[in-house]
T-cell receptor, first 113, second 110 residues
Framework: DTGVSQDPRHKITKRGQNVTFRCDPI?????LYWYRQTLGQGPEFLTYFQNEAQLEKSRLLSDRFSAERPKGSFSTLEIQRTEQGDSAMYLC???????????FGQGTRLTVV | RKEVEQDPGPFNVPEGATVAFNCTYSNSASQSFFWYRQDCRKEPKLLMSVYSSGNEDGRFTAQLNRASQYISLLIRDSKLSDSATYLC???????????FGSGTRLQVQP
């Protein structure tokens, strides 16, 4: 499968714990996006990378959230000191160029208890 | 005002019906537009890009009205398998991130 891959698919964590998610984009895509989606809402943009450079961040990305893409390939999204409000689906997407369609992974569903 | 607004629905239509969704966007200089489809608890998938001249893909027709800042999606001869949430997506000027509406839910009934 050469699509966008996310790991894990599901994560249950206790409030206050740190979690890290991984995204592997389509191999030739150098644009990578993270989104968060809650029930009944569309995906909300979190951050954007072009290669290893993080070029855009949403104000939704609080100090507890950090994303990296160290070698311009896979990316990680870390949430520190998780809160119940962090429970959501975290989606990763990649694209070949700016202003073109993006392709999504299956997401990581986070539940904070 | 939200950057991209959609009627959440649900739209309940019988098989074979024609249904249309509209979406409005706030940034008049936006330059890329798409419709995505999302099935329950699945990831969004690209349905079609929307071009200034309008475009058609089988039973689906998308149109863009820049003057009024809205995008439409028309589905003809609805199938049960068309039941999903349809997400309107815009890339606002000066940004690279795809900005999503909250989605319009379609339920096609036998």
């Amino acid at each position: 499968d050469t699509g966008v891959s996310q790991d894990p698919r599901h994560k249950i964590t206790k409030r206050g714990q740190n979690v890290t998610f991984r995204c592997d984009p389509i191999s030739e895509h150098n644009r990578l996006y993270w989104y968060r989606q809650t029930l009944g809402q569309g995906p909300e943009f979190l951050t954007y990378f072009q290669n290893e450079a993080q070029l855009e961040k949403s104000r939704l990305l609080s100090d507890r959230f950090s994303a990296e893409r160290p070698k311009g390939s896979f990316s990680t999204l870390e949430i520190q000191r998780t809160e119940q409000g962090d429970s959501a689906m975290y989606l990763c997407a990649s694209s070949l160029e700016d202003y073109t369609e993006a392709f999504f992974g299956q997401g990581t569903r986070l539940t904070v208890v | 005002r939200k950057e991209v607004e959609q009627d959440p629905g649900p739209f309940n239509v019988p098989e074979g019906a024609t249904v249309a969704f509209n979406c409005t966007y706030s940034n008049s200089a936006s330059q890329s537009f798409f419709w995505y489809r999302q099935d329950c608890r699945k990831e969004p998938k690209l349905l079609m890009s929307v071009y200034s001249s309008g475009n058609e893909d089988g039973r689906f027709t998308a149109q863009l009205n820049r003057a009024s800042q809205y995008i439409s999606l028309l589905i003809r001869d609805s199938k049960l398998s068309d039941s999903a949430t349809y997400l309107c997506v815009v890339i606002p000027a000066g940004r690279r991130a795809l900005t999503f509406g909250s989605g319009t839910r379609l339920q096609v009934q036998p």
